[in-house]
């Protein structure tokens, strides 16, 4: 039973992986509301509320499994803010609820800084996020989602997060 059962779930990834893709994703995202959860309060954390600023233009470049209802993708995903980008790895889960699409993410532990300022980081840190989007046509996507950047080391007492409106162009490739 056993065997059968692994042989039942080795077909299964490479059917998954027989029709999976390539995909990028471009787009711009609107920050609506950034803060900062600190749990240095004994009664549970205070909000710090940061002033919102200009939209920044992202990018994702994604390996895709659609497994039926759900489709699955890793890849690296980066935000610019002009004069300086990062970028860093990531895993994530979208499904399709008739024209809106679930998506979750989460990735980091490295990432890759450049610009004016080059560097390479690692640490024991990580951003979620969550979106819901509207699909108008076959690739562009209007929606809303919350980004958080949590983890130990300099993030073990403070959670930055934002939440966000996002236009988004996605293309297979």
């Known amino acids: 039973m056993k065997k059968c059962m692994a042989t039942l779930f080795i077909l299964a990834l490479a059917a998954a992986g027989a029709s999976a893709q390539f995909r990028i994703e471009v787009g711009i995202d ?61 895993f994530g889960l979208e499904t399709d609820l008739g024209p809106l699409t679930l998506s979750g993410s989460v990735g980091g532990f490295a990432f890759a800084i450049f610009g004016l300022y080059n560097t390479f980081q690692t640490g024991m840190f990580f951003v979620t996020d969550v979106a819901v989007h509207y699909r108008l046509g076959q690739h562009l996507r209007l929606g809303v989602g919350a980004m958080g950047l949590m983890g130990q080391s300099a993030f073990s007492v403070a959670t930055p997060y934002a939440v966000y409106a996002s236009a988004k162009l996605t293309f297979p490739l």
């Open 30 to 90: 609107a920050p609506l509301y950034l803060g900062i959860t600190t749990l240095d309060n004994p009664t549970g954390g205070d909000t710090i509320q940061i002033p919102n600023f200009l939209p920044f233009p992202s990018a994702q470049l994604a390996y895709e499994a659609d497994l039926g209802f759900l489709r699955t993708y890793f890849g690296v995903k980066a935000y610019t803010f002009i004069v300086e980008s990062i970028a860093w790895p990531y």
